[in-house]
């Protein structure tokens, strides 16, 4: 399978050297379970939005520092790009700034959470059970940085995890579109030096409770696998 990612943002440059840049924290995860993929990568962030849906077998998205609503032209060419996937029902996985933007892009809503900022692990409650969703488990325990989310949704969707921080967290739409809010792609060592990183803007007791959070097991291998098994269903599905 041959995955195009649209890259949104790039790992600040104090941290790049250690934990390398979002192009190869997911190729270094996605191969670990499947070595037999392989990635393209299109830099959205620099405006560069693919011409060619069909370019690649199926979709995904990073994260970003920015938001879905910053009003940037290639964050609106970006929503533009996954209306088009959706109405060719093509396969599209978005994570953390990705999950906004489909639901955005899609009719739904994203805010700026009055509950401020969301670090460290996040723990979840898997409400649906799809057929993807192999080998099963009751709950869905990612690593997350995001202020933004969303809260409502679009037309289609189903929420198949929640919790009372983020009631949106993991939500399929129709049967080709798939969105996360947490990061499988984040290790923890990357998390905790992201956190320290952002201490001024999150806040100090914030910063705390994130580290102290990372103790916790990460669910992030059985989140690839869920993608995977999800994207193969997509593809298969339209074949």
Not at 107 to 124: A, D, L
Not at 140 to 149: A, C, E
Request: glycine fraction near 8%; include cysteine.
């Amino acid at each position: 399978m041959n995955i195009g990612l649209l890259q949104c943002d790039d790992v600040a440059p104090e941290l790049r050297d250690i934990h390398g840049n979002y192009p190869e924290m997911f190729e270094r995860l996605f191969t670990s379970v499947d070595p037999t993929l392989s990635f393209r990568v299109w830099r959205c962030l620099d405006g560069e939005i693919p011409e060619d849906i069909e370019a690649v077998d199926a979709w995904l998205t990073t994260g970003s520092k920015f938001g879905v609503n910053d009003g940037d032209p290639w964050i609106d060419a970006l929503g533009d790009f996954i209306r088009r996937l959706w109405q060719a029902e093509k396969t599209f996985v978005g994570i953390c700034f990705g999950h906004q933007l489909m639901a955005k892009a899609l009719g739904g809503e994203v805010i700026k959470s009055p509950k401020g900022w969301g670090v460290g692990m996040s723990f979840n409650r898997v409400m649906g059970r799809a057929d993807w969703m192999d080998p099963w488990q009751e709950g869905l325990d990612l690593i997350v940085s995001h202020q933004d989310q969303v809260i409502a949704l679009p037309e289609q969707a189903n929420v198949l995890a929640e919790s009372e921080f983020c009631p949106y967290y993991l939500m399929q739409v129709g049967e080709h579109f798939l969105g996360v809010q947490g990061h499988p792609e984040f290790a923890k060592p990357y998390s905790a030096d992201l956190m320290t990183l952002r201490q001024a803007t999150l806040g100090a007791n914030r910063v705390r409770e994130g580290l102290a959070s990372l103790h916790a097991p990460v669910d992030d291998q059985l989140m690839v696998r869920w993608i995977l098994n999800f994207m193969r269903r997509s593809i298969q599905a339209r074949q």
